[in-house]
């Protein structure tokens, strides 16, 4: 006789637990691939993989089987922009149903050390793509992430200076270098439209890196900073509010990869979340429209655009990957075009779709279920009531009825 998982899992486990088989039965599955809801499907994991997908049909008495009664199952989340630097925070972005994030900075290699308690089992959690520390020109206490970076607390404008701190961040395993164009939107007292790096500057980023093979993403609001780090080889634009269309265009020739935390902006002009400072406020009001202008265009002329949520998953932070999903559809998106940029094309940016991103034999076990078909009510993606990742069960909200 098939057995069936208890009543509720409470809310997340966080410690080692044994790997077991599943049956996920009576699923609608969005694959990720198809814009179409395949109804009555099986989904098989085992070790950590999928193993099969199949029309619903007899289950082996070897996997546990789990009923979602019709629920939407699709590919866990990307987040290609967070900045989680705790367990707790990790908890946090899996519960939303992220189940691969990319690091976009931590002050002392806790993406690093995250990173590597997931592949262990330690914890059960999104796998991380760390970037470790930011390549900025200042780097302030970050300068105690290592003993060689304390010959750069003058700053970090050299080409000597720039290879070193990417050196060291490849010394610690790193999986991308994280730098900047332009000037950060989050504090009141920068504008996010100035040019911090050169393109020189930048090309030295990228062609140490390169040495290491680790792709560069770059934050840039502003349109030269943007421009001078598109020319320089990054793989992605952070935020990009403020890109013009030659920008755009120079993105579409070089293959160069969205990445609009959109709803970050958006948290700008409201009360609560991340931010909640006046000057932020007003600045919020002219940097959202910039925005959905950048990300309209971009999306028109094929640029690929990935979700990115850019919080820390802090205790009151109100944004995520769900939210951004939904705000892209607003903007224009065809509703698979915005699962897509949270999934497979999240996945193409990190260098991971031969692992995740779908819903496919011989992937990784990293699957969401939410209550209701997405693709006729992009809303309802983000009711996430059970997160698996790398055949894990972090998550689980079923059944809602009693015994």
Excluded: W
Aim: charged content about 20%.
């Amino acid at each position: 006789m098939n057995r069936i998982l208890p009543l509720c899992l409470l809310t997340t486990i966080l410690l080692t637990a044994q790997q077991k088989d599943y049956g996920l039965i009576n699923a609608n599955l969005i694959d990720g691939y198809s814009p179409k809801l395949q109804s009555n499907m099986t989904v098989l994991v085992s070790n950590g993989k999928i193993v099969s997908i199949k029309k619903q049909g007899k289950v082996s008495a070897n996997y546990q089987i789990i009923d979602l009664n019709g629920m939407v199952l699709l590919p866990g989340f990307i987040d290609a922009h967070t900045h989680i630097r705790s367990l707790d925070a990790a908890r946090r972005a899996m519960e939303s149903g992220v189940t691969t994030a990319r690091s976009a900075s931590t002050p002392n290699y806790q993406d690093v050390a995250i990173r590597e308690m997931v592949k262990a089992s330690q914890f059960i959690g999104p796998d991380i793509v760390a970037a470790g520390v930011f390549v900025t020109p200042n780097l302030g206490e970050t300068i105690l992430a290592d003993p060689r970076l304390g010959a750069l607390k003058d700053g970090i404008h050299s080409e000597n200076a720039l290879r070193t701190i990417v050196r060291v961040n490849a010394d610690h395993g790193v999986d991308f270098i994280k730098t900047r164009g332009t000037e950060r939107a989050g504090l009141p007292h920068t504008d996010p439209r100035k040019q911090t790096y050169t393109e020189a500057q930048l090309k030295i980023i990228v062609d140490e890196a390169k040495k290491y093979d680790i792709p560069v993403m770059a934050h840039a609001h502003g349109d030269e900073g943007g421009y001078a780090a598109i020319k320089a080889g990054v793989r992605s634009i952070e935020h990009g509010t403020y890109l013009s269309e030659k920008s755009l265009k120079l993105m579409k020739k070089m293959g160069t990869y969205l990445v609009p935390t959109f709803t970050t902006v958006v948290d700008l002009t409201e009360p609560g979340g991340d931010y909640d400072n006046p000057v932020l406020f007003i600045r919020g009001q002219h940097m959202l429209a910039a925005l959905e202008n950048t990300v309209t265009m971009a999306y028109d002329l094929g640029i690929k655009i990935v979700t990115g949520a850019d919080t820390g998953y802090g205790p009151n932070s109100t944004t995520r990957v769900g939210m951004e999903i939904v705000n892209f559809v607003r903007l224009g998106m065809k509703p698979m075009d915005a699962i897509q940029s949270a999934t497979i094309v999240g996945a193409e940016l990190l260098q991971i779709s031969n692992k995740t991103g779908t819903v496919e034999v011989g992937k990784e076990a990293d699957l969401i279920v939410i209550t209701k078909n997405p693709l006729e009510d992009i809303r309802t993606i983000q009711d996430v009531v059970f997160v698996m990742s790398n055949g894990q069960i972090g998550l689980n909200r079923l059944p809602f009825g009693k015994d």
